[in-house]
């Protein structure tokens, strides 16, 4: 099982980023996927979540109307959509499958907000 996430950047105040995270090694459609976030001296935290077949989503109250998870289960990718974005949103973004009582996850992707 493999996550790999990309996207990350420096953008500025109010500017938008789209994150990227491809899996492989598992039937990418059986499975919930989610973005977890963790920022300096933070505990890691859950983001936004998307069932598998892409019915459903959650999210933190912190990003709920800026920010929107969705996939592409043809491409084995899930994505995280960041509007509107503020310096409280600079973190490693990583993103997660829990798979058979076990948790994976990707390397992370830094994504910095900074004018």
């Known amino acids: 099982v493999q996550l790999v996430e990309s996207g990350g950047g420096l953008v500025q105040p109010g500017g938008s980023l789209r994150l990227s995270c491809v899996v492989f090694?598992?039937?990418?459609?059986?499975?919930?996927m989610r973005w977890y976030r963790q920022a300096p001296g933070k505990e890691r935290e859950l983001v936004a979540l998307?069932?598998?077949?892409?019915?459903?989503?959650e999210y933190a109250d912190s990003v709920k109307g800026r920010f929107t998870i969705s996939r592409d289960n043809a491409k084995n990718t899930v994505y995280l959509q960041m509007n509107s974005l503020k310096p409280e949103d600079t973190a490693v973004y990583y993103c997660?499958?829990?798979?058979?009582?076990?948790?994976?996850w990707g390397q992370g992707t830094q994504v910095t907000v900074s004018s």
């Open positions: 998307i069932t598998s077949a892409g019915g459903s989503t």
């Open positions: 090694g598992f039937t990418f459609s059986n499975y919930a």
């Open positions: 997660n499958v829990k798979r058979w009582g076990r948790d994976y």
